[in-house]
């Protein structure tokens, strides 16, 4: 299948970064330098920065994000946020499983599937992240780690689901390290990727999932590896916080 029948999909994750003002302010920046763009163009914001990054981005081509939730509808889970209290406030994409998630949090591969299909009941779209670590790729276990990470998450996901489920290669050696994966590199792992699923769903779906690239992609990297076939798209950390940076990227993405 050709790639350009996928839209890309370019998604900035701001992690712990930005207070309200200071999210207003950059989003004010980021909308009119992005406007015409035909990629999808999304910004994971804080919690806190929700409710005003939606009201920003009303009528604009921006789509506002979520970091992680919780699976749980509601209940005592002290501090947590559930994938309907994202919906209720208009968030339309929410990123699961993120590297930092499971080092510093210890989400396993079975919450975050709950996670994942708890985001999907609310008709948010999940971006699935995975990734191995320095020491698996050095011991050529990449395709084994991603595999088993995809396959774990996705239990319990149908094909028609899947519509609802983007999927974010981090390598967590290249995460906020400013070494991003080589193009080629990047290329091969999200081509696996996209085997798996076929393997997983057949070839409709896997013609269809749009598979990001994240990992210190920046406006100099971005357009190399935004070119491979099977990238779609990518998840920004670092580049994000800067506007011109974010839609230099936005850019790339649109060539
Ligand atoms: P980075 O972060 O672009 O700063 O490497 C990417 C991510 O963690 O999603």
Same mark, same amino acid.
């Given at each position: 299948m050709n790639k350009n029948l996928r839209q890309p999909v370019i998604a900035g994750n701001w992690k712990m970064n930005k207070t309200v003002d200071e999210a207003g302010s950059l989003i004010k920046d980021i909308i009119p330098l992005v406007k015409d763009s035909e990629c999808e163009v999304v910004l994971c914001v804080p919690f806190v920065d929700v409710p005003a990054a939606v009201e920003l981005t009303k009528n604009t081509n921006v789509k506002i994000g979520a970091q992680n939730c919780h @699976?749980?509808? +509601?209940?005592? @889970?002290?501090g947590e946020i559930s994938a309907k209290m994202l919906s209720s406030l208009g968030v339309k994409y929410t990123i699961v499983g993120h590297s930092e998630r499971r080092a510093? @949090? =210890?989400?396993t591969d079975e919450t975050i599937n709950k996670r994942l299909k708890a985001v999907i009941k609310e008709n948010i779209s999940a971006i699935l992240c995975v990734g191995e670590n320095l020491e698996q790729r050095n011991q050529n276990v990449t395709e084994q780690v991603v595999k088993r990470q995809i396959s774990l998450a996705l239990q319990g996901v149908s094909e028609e689901d899947l519509n609802r489920v983007i999927i974010a290669y981090e390598p967590i050696w290249a995460i906020g390290t400013g070494k991003s994966a080589l193009p080629q590199q990047a290329e091969e792992v999200c081509a696996y990727i996209r085997s798996a699923i076929r393997g997983l769903y057949g070839d409709v779906a896997a013609d269809s999932v749009a598979i990001l690239y994240g990992g210190s992609m920046n406006e100099k990297n971005a357009a190399e590896l935004l070119? =491979?076939?099977?990238?779609?798209g990518g998840l920004i950390g =670092? +580049? +994000?916080?800067d506007a011109k940076a974010f839609s230099h990227i936005v850019e790339a993405a649109n060539q």
């Open positions: @699976f749980e509808e +509601s209940g005592a @889970f002290t510093y @949090f =210890k989400e070119q =491979k076939e099977n990238i779609d =670092k +580049s +994000s916080l």
